[in-house]
């Protein structure tokens, strides 16, 4: 039986090559994009087997919005399309989803009686609790970058007013 040689290519990849790198899965962000991404899923279900099915698009954008961005990280589009400012707008979703998790949990709870809307309710009550994790960690990045931002900018602009020609006397 022969030995496989050390110098072989590695197969070409088929469905592993659509997954996440390793590094990105393990770490915070990409923890916290695939839990939002599986209660949103599970809430979204949970709604369409209920009879509050009125609430079930807000998780299904919930779940769209979070697996394009998890996908979107993993392959760090975040650094190809720099005209866009990424963390801001991974705030706003989670701002936003929480708000909005937290209200229709509340209202699956108390106003529904039957058994997957109580479900839905409390893992949205969880996924409140995830999104809000989420935009605390972000909001702490965003005020990390705006005072980077601030502090380099006095310096450009006096930079600016002393390369001005203009005469606006």
């Known amino acids: 039986m022969e030995e496989p040689e050390a110098n072989a290519e590695p197969p070409p990849p088929g469905l592993r090559s659509l997954l996440p790198p390793r590094e990105f ?9 695939l839990a939002e991404s599986v209660l949103s899923f599970i809430i979204f279900i949970c709604y369409i087997a209920s009879s509050a099915s009125a ?10 919005l979070a697996l394009f961005l998890f996908f979107a990280y993993a392959s760090k589009l975040n650094e190809k399309f720099k005209g866009l400012y990424w963390p801001l707008t991974d705030f706003l979703r989670c701002v936003t989803a929480a708000v909005i998790y937290f209200a229709i949990s509340i209202a699956a709870v108390s106003k529904y009686s039957d058994g997957a809307s109580k479900a839905a309710g409390v893992f949205g009550f969880i996924a409140t609790i995830v999104y809000a994790v989420d935009f605390y960690i972000t909001f702490n ?4 970058f705006l005072k980077q931002g601030s502090s380099e900018s006095p310096e450009r602009r006096k930079s600016e007013d002393e390369d001005s020609d203009s005469d606006s006397d």
């Open 141 to 144: 990045d965003l005020v990390t």
């Open 55 to 64: 609430f079930m698009m807000a998780p299904l954008l919930e779940f769209l």
């Open 25 to 33: 899965l393990c770490s915070r962000k990409g923890q916290l994009l």
